[in-house]
């Protein structure tokens, strides 16, 4: 508890830039929903207090997560009420549980780095090219929508364009005014005194932003109103703050469909929670190890106790999570305070966060955007080989031009393909030698030779000269594929044929022409398993 309290002076200016952020991501995403706003807010306040509070991660963020909107947007219409959908959301946190305790969280460590730096870096550029259109003062819901082709039809860069004839000069010069401010404080003040480092440049950009919606209200070229502001709901009494939750329609529970939309809502969200835990991991300059079955957990529980009160599904989000860590968040306290204020302010001032121009939100996500997206990423992932590089650039490319989980998924399937060409580069070191009585040439197989190695050393023995000598050097080898003891069977006939000469060379010594691989491998793999026994 007391390593807990011990950073209060970083983690509470964190807790206000992550609060910042959150506040239009809850409200932005249930609006892409089709759910009612407060259930965003719903799933900010629980992913904040209570997962915060039962995760391992230090630094990592829960929330309601922009990669399930489009499953939240199908889903509500597909089992007729978001009361019956608030079924589904507390069966997925169940079955989370279910993948916890079955340490299923164990997937998230086989996630390749460059694909994790490659979602990191689609996400910070996604971010970027959504928001501009809020900056200017172009606000619509496709702004928190992730994906490239939109609910309304158009894409994110049609978008672009539209917004080039509805650009609004308060809301504009509100933003430009606000990301002047984190640019400079970020990058000047925090480095000239302390003030500038206990509070966040956020929350004076927020303040301005307050002030400039005061002193511009009845300003008909200036004036920001309507949808350019935060729009949190603002209860007349207890009894209509209250009025605002909703509760799960146990009724529907024996329906098949809301079994299924569980089941994706499960595995949807606890993918994305484990790619951004390994991401928030890579962040972290103290390079912490979250636990990712406590995750699961964790996420599990939050998704029941945010379904039981009318909350968005939840899960471990990277744009508040870096945000937490470029604001120099140190424990998981700045998680749970980012949920206290969310709680706080929309009982306490809605009024006053509805004044809040949208746009000066925008500057902040652009900020975090960038810092997520940086060009000298792009020149050290070239420099380290087109074997980082590609998978990295196909993930950003799939983020960018579908959405979340597809460029995740092609960025897997091409490090996959990576590996595979390794393995098959790998499997064997070759050494020529000429001299007068012919060639001589020397196969050194790796400690690995699994049947994805068959095409390399096939093609290699397939290409031996006549009259040549072949040393086949095993010594290192500690685990050889029966396809390839096949493939070496098979070429004792065929190099009878070719007067090639084999000399085999192991451990307990060198055979000439082996008559048969597979009884010698045989012979090794008992006397490997007397060994293990005794």
């Known amino acids: 508890?007391?390593?807990?309290?011990?950073?209060?002076?970083?983690?509470?200016?964190?807790?206000?830039?992550?609060?910042?952020?959150?506040?239009?991501?809850?409200?932005?995403?249930?609006?892409?929903?089709?759910?009612?706003?407060?259930?965003?807010?719903?799933?900010?306040?629980?992913?904040?207090?209570?997962?915060?509070?039962?995760?391992?991660?230090?630094?990592?963020?829960?929330?309601?997560?922009?990669?399930?909107?489009?499953?939240?947007?199908?889903?509500?219409?597909?089992?007729?009420?978001?009361?019956?959908?608030?079924?589904?959301?507390?069966?997925?946190?169940?079955?989370?549980?279910?993948?916890?305790?079955?340490?299923?969280?164990?997937?998230?460590?086989?996630?390749?780095?460059?694909?994790?730096?490659?979602?990191?870096?689609?996400?910070?550029?996604?971010?970027?090219?959504?928001?501009?259109?809020?900056?200017?003062?172009?606000?619509?819901?496709?702004?928190?929508?992730?994906?490239?082709?939109?609910?309304?039809?158009?894409?994110?860069?049609?978008?672009?364009?539209?917004?080039?004839?509805?650009i609004h000069p308060g809301a504009a010069l509100v933003g430009i005014i606000s990301l002047a401010i984190l640019i400079v404080w970020d990058n000047v003040l925090s480095k000239k005194a302390k003030i500038f480092q206990i509070i966040p440049g956020p929350f004076v950009a927020v303040a301005l932003g307050?002030?400039?919606?005061?002193?511009?209200?009845?300003?008909?070229?200036?004036?920001?109103?309507?949808?350019?502001?935060?729009?949190?709901?603002?209860?007349?009494?207890?009894?209509?703050?209250?009025?605002?939750?909703?509760?799960?329609?146990?009724?529907?529970?024996?329906?098949?469909?809301?079994?299924?939309?569980?089941?994706?809502?499960?595995?949807?969200?606890?993918?994305?929670?484990?790619?951004?835990?390994?991401?928030?991991?890579?962040?972290?300059?103290?390079?912490?190890?979250?636990?990712?079955?406590?995750?699961?957990?964790?996420?599990?529980?939050?998704?029941?106790?945010?379904?039981?009160?009318?909350?968005?599904?939840?899960?471990?989000?990277?744009?508040?999570?870096s945000a937490n860590i470029q604001s120099g968040g140190k424990t998981k306290l700045s998680a749970i305070l980012h949920g206290f204020l969310l709680l706080t302010s929309v009982i306490v001032i809605p009024g006053l966060l509805n004044m809040i121009p949208l746009s000066v939100l925008a500057a902040v996500l652009l900020v975090v955007g960038y810092k997520l997206a940086k060009p000298a990423l792009f020149k050290k992932m070239f420099n380290l080989g087109w074997q980082q590089f590609v998978p990295f650039i196909v993930t950003i490319l799939g983020i960018v031009l579908t959405d979340l989980l597809f460029g995740i998924g092609l960025g897997l399937a091409v490090g996959v393909i990576v590996i595979l060409f390794r393995s098959y580069q790998n499997s064997h070191f070759l050494h020529k030698e000429e001299n007068d009585k012919g060639g001589k040439i020397k196969m050194t197989l790796a400690e690995e030779v699994t049947f994805f190695n068959k095409g390399a050393i096939l093609h290699e023995l397939e290409h031996l000269p006549h009259n040549s000598h072949l040393v086949l050097d095993v010594r290192q080898t500690k685990f050889l594929d029966w396809d390839i003891v096949e493939i070496l069977e098979d070429f004792v006939i065929k190099a009878k044929e070719r007067d090639i000469s084999i000399e085999l060379i192991r451990e307990s010594g060198i055979i000439h022409n082996p008559p048969s691989y597979k009884e010698l491998f045989i012979t090794k793999r008992k006397i490997s398993k007397l060994k293990n026994i005794k």
């Not at 009494?237 to 939750?245: V, Y």
């Not at 990712?292 to 964790?298: I, K, P, V």
């Open 210 to 321: 307050i002030l400039f919606y005061v002193l511009t209200k009845g300003s008909e070229l200036l004036s920001i109103g309507g949808k350019h502001l935060v729009s949190v709901p603002v209860p007349d009494d207890i009894s209509s703050f209250l009025g605002q939750f909703s509760f799960p329609n146990f009724a529907a529970i024996t329906d098949h469909q809301v079994w299924v939309v569980a089941f994706t809502i499960a595995l949807v969200a606890s993918i994305e929670t484990l790619l951004s835990v390994e991401a928030t991991d890579k962040l972290d300059p103290h390079k912490n190890v979250t636990p990712t079955n406590r995750e699961l957990l964790a996420q599990g529980t939050g998704n029941i106790i945010s379904g039981l009160i009318g909350g968005l599904p939840i899960t471990q989000v990277i744009v508040r999570s």
């Open 1 to 166: 508890m007391n390593k807990l309290f011990s950073n209060l002076k970083s983690d509470i200016p964190s807790s206000v830039v992550v609060f910042f952020v959150a506040l239009p991501l809850c409200l932005g995403i249930a609006l892409a929903s089709g759910a009612p706003l407060f259930s965003g807010l719903i799933a900010g306040i629980v992913g904040g207090i209570v997962v915060g509070a039962l995760s391992g991660s230090k630094l990592g963020v829960s929330g309601p997560a922009a990669g399930l909107a489009a499953i939240v947007l199908t889903a509500i219409g597909s089992l007729g009420s978001y009361e019956n959908f608030l079924v589904a959301v507390v069966l997925g946190g169940i079955i989370q549980l279910i993948f916890g305790f079955l340490k299923a969280g164990v997937i998230g460590h086989y996630f390749p780095s460059s694909v994790i730096k490659g979602m990191l870096t689609g996400i910070g550029i996604i971010i970027i090219l959504k928001q501009i259109p809020n900056f200017f003062g172009y606000d619509e819901a496709s702004a928190w929508d992730l994906e490239f082709f939109e609910i309304d039809g158009g894409n994110t860069f049609s978008e672009l364009f539209t917004m080039l004839g509805n």
